[in-house]
C-alpha cells in the first residue's frame, strides 16, 4: 500500500497478487527446511571424521560421490528455473485473468460471452498444469538420480569393504557400523539436493518479490517535512513537464498557471490531452519530471504526501464503493466521525434524501462495489465523502459525465454551496459544468493553448469554440433522435 500509483497501473491485479503470495514460500523455506541446513552440515563433517578414523579408504569412496551431488545441482539448476519461470507466469496469468473475469462479470454476462471465456481459462489452466508437470518431473528426476548415486556408494564401500575384511584389515563389524555411519553422510546430501532445488523456487520467489520491494515507496510520515497550519488553496504550476514512463511521451509540456484560493477552474480538452493528469500531479499521486508545483507557496516536493492528500477531496468518474454502510463509505477517511457531519456532507452532495428511503438508511450495506445503488446514488455519497473532511482544495474529475440529468441538476443546484471557501478544479467534457468556472484552461496534448473564462473564450473563437459548437451540435441531434 506504500507503493506509488504509478506501479499499480502499470501492473496487473493478478501479478501483484501473484507476487505477495510468494511471501508463504520464503517463509515456508526460513523456518523449515533451511533450519536443518546447519545441522546436517555439522553433522556430516563429525561423521566423516569418525569415518576416517575407521577406515580412511572407505572415508576416501564415500568423499568422493560428495562432488557427484554438487555437479547434479549445479547442472539442473538452469533448466530448473528455467521451468519454475514458467509456472509462476502462468500462475500470474491465471490469477490476473481470473480478477479481470470476476471483476468485470456485468460485462461478461451481458455480452453473452462465458463460452469464449470459459475455452479460454480451460487453455490457460491447461497451460499451468504442464508448466507445473514439467518443473515437478525435472525435480523428481533430480531426486532419482541422487538417490542412484547414493545407492552406488552403498555399493562401492561394500566392495571395498569386503576386499579389506578378507585382506583383515577390517572387521565385518567396522564394516557394518561404516556403513551406517555412511549413510549419516548421503541421507543430508540427498536433502541437500533436494534443498538446493526449494532454494532455486525461493530464489524466484524472491526475485519476484523483489519488483515490489525495490520500488521507491512514497515517502511516508517525516517530522522534516512541510505540514501547513492552514490551507487557503493557492495552487501554482511552475513549467511543469511529466511522462508516465522515462522512455514515454510527454504527457504534459511546460505547463504554467496560478490559482487564487478560492477559485473556480475548469479544465477542458478532449480525451487524452492531459486534463486528469494534472488532477492527480495535485494530490501528488504522481512526480513531475521537470518544474514545480506549489500549494500556498510550498513546494509539493517537500509536503508530507498524506496529510497533503487530506486537505483534498477528489470525486472521480468512477468511484469505488466499499462493501460497508453508507455512513462508513462518506466517513470513510475518520470512521469516528459524528452523524452530523456526515449528515451534513449528504445534504451538501444531495444524497441525504435517497439515503434515507434506503432499507437501513445510513447503515444500509452498499454491496461490493456499490451494486446495490445506481450511478448516481453513487457518485453523490462518493462527492460526499470528498466534502465530509472539508478538504480546501477539491477535485472533480469528470465526476457528471456519466450521472442521469437528475442526478446532475441536483449537484448543480448545490455547487455554489460546495464551493464555497475552496479551490475547484472541475476536469469535465460537459461545458455546463465548467461553464460558471472562473477560469477555463484548454488542454490539448499536454499544453495549455486556450485560458479564460467561458464568455472571454468563446469571443477568442479558437479551439475552446469549436469543441463546444461540436457538443452543441451532438446535443441538437440528440434532442432531434
Known sequence: ??????????????????????????????????????????????????????????????????PCYALLSVAITPAIRAR???????????????????????????????????????????????????????????????????????????????????????????????????????GPMLRLVNLWQDFQQVGIS???LGDVLNTQPEPSYNPNRTTLPHVAGQVVFDDVTFRYRPDGPEVLRKVSFS??????????????????????????LYVPERGRILVDGVDLAQVDPAWLRRQVGVVLQENFLFNRSVRDNIALTDPGLAMERVIQAAKLAGAHEFILELPEGYD?????????????????IAI????????????????????????????????????KGRTVFIVAHRFTTVRLAHRIYVV??????????HEELLRMDGFYTRLHKYQDCGAVVKREG
Open 1 to 66: 500500500l506504500a507503493l506509488p500509483l504509478s506501479y499499480f497501473e502499470a501492473r496487473r491485479v493478478g501479478d501483484t497478487v501473484a507476487r505477495v503470495r510468494e511471501l508463504e514460500q520464503i517463509r515456508q523455506f526460513l523456518t523449515s527446511n533451511s533450519v536443518t541446513v546447519v545441522l546436517d552440515v555439522i553433522f556430516t563433517i563429525v561423521f566423516l571424521t569418525v569415518m576416517w578414523f575407521y577406515s580412511p579408504m572407505l572415508t576416501m569412496v564415500v568423499m568422493a560421490s560428495l
Open 84 to 186: 519454475l519461470h514458467e509456472k509462476f507466469n502462468r500462475g500470474a496469468d491465471n490469477q490476473a485473468f481470473l480478477v479481470e473475469t470476476v471483476s468485470g462479470m456485468q460485462t461478461v454476462k451481458a455480452m453473452a460471452v462465458e463460452p469464449p471465456l470459459l475455452r479460454k481459462w480451460e487453455e490457460q489452466l491447461a497451460g499451468y498444469v504442464r508448466a507445473s508437470f514439467r518443473a515437478t518431473s525435472l525435480i523428481t528426476v533430480a531426486g532419482q538420480v541422487a538417490t542412484g548415486v547414493q545407492k552406488i556408494t552403498t555399493v562401492a564401500i561394500l566392495w571395498v569393504g569386503a576386499y579389506h575384511v578378507i585382506g583383515g584389515e577390517l572387521s565385518i563389524g567396522q564394516l557394518i557400523a561404516f556403513n551406517m555411519l555412511s549413510a549419516q553422510v548421503t
Open 206 to 208: 524472491v526475485q519476484r
Open 259 to 284: 490559482v487564487a484560493p478560492g477559485q473556480v477552474i475548469g479544465l477542458v480538452g478532449r480525451s487524452g490531452s492531459g486534463k486528469s493528469t494534472i488532477a492527480k500531479l495535485i494530490q501528488r
Open 364 to 380: 444500509t450495506l452498499v454491496g461490493e462495489h456499490g451494486c446495490s445503488l445506481s450511478g448516481g446514488q453513487r457518485q453523490r
Open 384 to 419: 460526499a465523502r470528498a466534502l465530509v473532511a472539508d478538504p480546501r482544495i477539491l477535485i472533480f474529475d469528470e465526476a457528471t459525465s456519466s450521472l442521469d440529468y437528475e442526478s446532475e441538476a441536483v449537484i448543480q443546484q448545490n455547487m455554489a454551496q460546495i464551493c
Open 444 to 453: 490539448e496534448r499536454g499544453e495549455i493553448v486556450e485560458q479564460g473564462s
